[in-house]
């Protein structure tokens, strides 16, 4: 199976690419991050070169029956045939460096110097080219100007206007669109089926279309965070004993994820608020807005201290409360 949900436009285009039996070389899979491109690529690759191996794949979509020899070996990243570049973790590190450097594009040159093992076809997923630096983008420039025969490039790019024109002008784009609320909400019930009602509308308003953003709040409560954001705009917190406990809550070490959550969640919040007041108030808040954004954006990475920086957020949530003359900070 794919598991891919929502994308049957672009599904069908590219079914409809290969059909013709002039399938394009390059495809720049476009569109906002987490929307679920890079989910469509290997699905496209899985789908490709299992059709292309044999057995033939049977149904309109994507999706390869999981007894299907070819889908195992890709499910265990053993396909001779199949290449998926990606930032690599940094040594002793959870992160992930911050580029996909020249010498991982040299080191795709032997697949494509080599005759497919398994059938006519190979492909190679880029995730993200975005990420490419800058001698590697005109080492893979190279690659996508003369490429071997029966090699699909799955290029995921999250800023196409970004990249090098003369990548973009070798490829064929396929732009993929926010899925709606329905389809948000089957693939989270999908990967989070412990989510409650309130936790699976907290994280479809937070995903806004993008399932990858929102499975990244998964576990995380999101649905008490927006009440505790809801509580502050619109009661405000006269004592100032909410704002309190809630930076010591979130100051603490294992709070980390959820302090992160809570960065994140200010800024839409008060542009959610934003979109339905005019005149003075809606100036008010943009001016919150925009203080809340410069605030939340750099706190992480200046290590602004998280117990003050909530306090301080809390505070500006608080200016927006219909009556805040009695909340102070």
């Known amino acids: ?118 059938s006519p076809w190979r492909a190679v997923i880029v995730d993200a080219l ?29 800023a196409p206007g970004r990249l090098l024109p003369t990548i973009r002008s070798r490829c064929r784009i396929l732009r993929f669109a926010p899925l709606a609320e329905a389809e948000m909400a089957k693939v989270i019930r999908a990967t989070v089926p412990a989510a409650n009602d309130a936790e699976l509308a907290a994280l479809i308003r937070v995903g806004e279309g993008a399932p990858g953003r929102a499975l990244h709040y998964a576990g995380l409560d999101l649905a008490a965070i927006d009440r505790a954001l809801a ?23 294992s709070a980390q994820p959820r302090y992160e959550a809570f960065l994140a969640r200010v800024p839409a919040h008060v542009a959610l608020l934003a979109r339905n007041r ?15 954004r410069d605030l939340a954006g750099g706190a992480v990475r200046l290590s602004l201290d998280p117990q003050t920086t909530v306090f301080e957020l809390a505070g500006l949530l608080a200016t927006l409360a219909p009556d805040h003359s009695a909340s102070h900070g």
């Open 231 to 253: 509580s502050f705009t619109s009661d405000g917190d006269p004592t100032n004993a909410e704002r309190v406990r809630l930076a010591k809550a979130l100051a603490v070490k």
């Open 130 to 158: 975005d990420d490419l630096e800058r001698n590697a983008a005109n080492a893979f420039l190279k690659m996508l100007e003369e490429p071997p025969p029966n090699t699909l490039f799955l290029l995921v790019s999250h």
């Open 1 to 118: 199976m794919s598991g891919l949900v929502g994308h049957d436009v672009v599904i069908a285009a590219f079914r409809a690419g290969l059909a013709s039996g002039r399938m394009h070389h390059a495809w720049l899979l476009a569109g906002p991050q987490g929307v679920g491109k890079a989910s469509f690529a290997m699905a496209a690759a899985r789908y490709l070169l299992a059709d292309a191996a044999g057995p033939k794949v049977a149904g309109d979509g994507l999706d390869v029956p999981e007894e299907h020899p070819i889908a195992h070996l890709i499910d265990v990243g053993s396909h001779p045939d199949l290449r998926v570049l990606e930032r690599l973790s940094r040594p002793n590190s959870d992160e992930q460096a911050r580029n996909i450097n020249i010498e991982q594009v040299r080191a795709i040159a032997s697949l494509l110097g080599n005759t497919p093992f398994m």
């Open 278 to 292: 005019q005149g003075p108030s809606l100036a008010a808040a943009l001016g919150v807005w925009e203080k809340a």
